[in-house]
């Protein structure tokens, strides 16, 4: 079988149901795998519904999972129920994250606390039940964020809670290289997306626009090719984490 033959391979992806999730969940689900779409709460069960449905009224196999994966045991019942439904997992893509755009010296510690949780912690143990339950050969990619390459303010919380992940990311890769098993993250510029401009002000759009040497904001048609070919054809690339954002920032 080809790397890049998707036809029966079971996908779950955390926060798949809006968005880069989404949209990875239709196209992943429309080269015939079986996906396992998490959403986190109420408000965002009906763009989950929208895309299950798309999924269905294509012929695809899906079904939704909502929880709170702050909560380790919520991620081992995502894990257990997709192998219950499916039979096993290939793939896992967590998208999950959250931003908080606040100086230093005003972030208090519930904020500090809420935002590692999210974009820390569910990643760690995300990058953990994904080693344990993935059949062999399979591949783990994580959501982050360029500003890890960029030399900002105001981002203190969400940045440092996504930096990490590229040390789980080399970690994890290293321990479970000897199962097949390969593991990235993928950091996009700021996504033209609701996730991004609930943080902004208008003059901080117009300059992240501006920011990248190909112009404009990332579309996140952009980003996933990238993370179907690493969890596909680019399976050799294992521990990194490529940055993906038109020239925003690079190191």
């Known amino acids: 079988m080809a790397r890049n033959d998707l036809k029966g391979k079971v996908v779950l992806i955390a926060g798949g149901g809006k968005n880069l999730g989404g949209l990875l969940s239709r196209n992943f689900a429309s ?35 909502q929880a709170d994966l702050t909560h380790v ?14 039979g ?9 994250g959250m931003v908080l ?4 010296l005003e972030t208090t510690e519930e904020e500090y606390d809420t935002m590692f949780d999210i974009n820390s912690k569910v990643a760690y143990f995300f990058i953990q039940e994904a080693g344990k339950t993935l059949n062999n050969n399979g591949k783990i990619c994580t959501i982050v964020t360029s500003l890890l390459a960029a030399y900002t303010g105001l981002y203190s919380t969400y940045a440092g809670a996504k930096a990490p992940v590229e040390h789980f990311t080399r970690m994890a890769s290293k321990e479970f290289g000897e199962r097949g098993i390969s593991v990235t993250a993928v950091g996009p510029g700021p996504m033209d997306t609701p996730f991004f401009y609930g943080q902004e002000s208008a003059d901080a759009v117009a300059y992240h626009q501006s920011a990248s040497a190909l112009g404009g904001l990332t579309d996140i048609k952009d980003i996933a090719p990238l993370i179907q070919f690493l969890v596909t054809d680019g399976w050799w690339i294992t521990g990194q984490t490529i940055f993906a954002n038109g020239g925003y920032t690079t190191r």
């Open 31 to 65: 080269q015939g795998a079986k996906i396992a779409i998490h959403f986190n709460s109420e408000s965002t069960k009906a763009e989950a519904e929208k895309t299950l449905a798309d999924i269905q009224h294509a012929g695809g196999e899906a079904f939704l999972f």
């Open 101 to 104: 755009k606040k100086p230093f």
């Open 73 to 86: 045991e919520n991620i081992k019942k995502l894990f257990n129920e997709t192998i219950s439904k499916f």
């Open 88 to 96: 096993g997992i290939d793939i896992a893509v967590n998208t999950i």
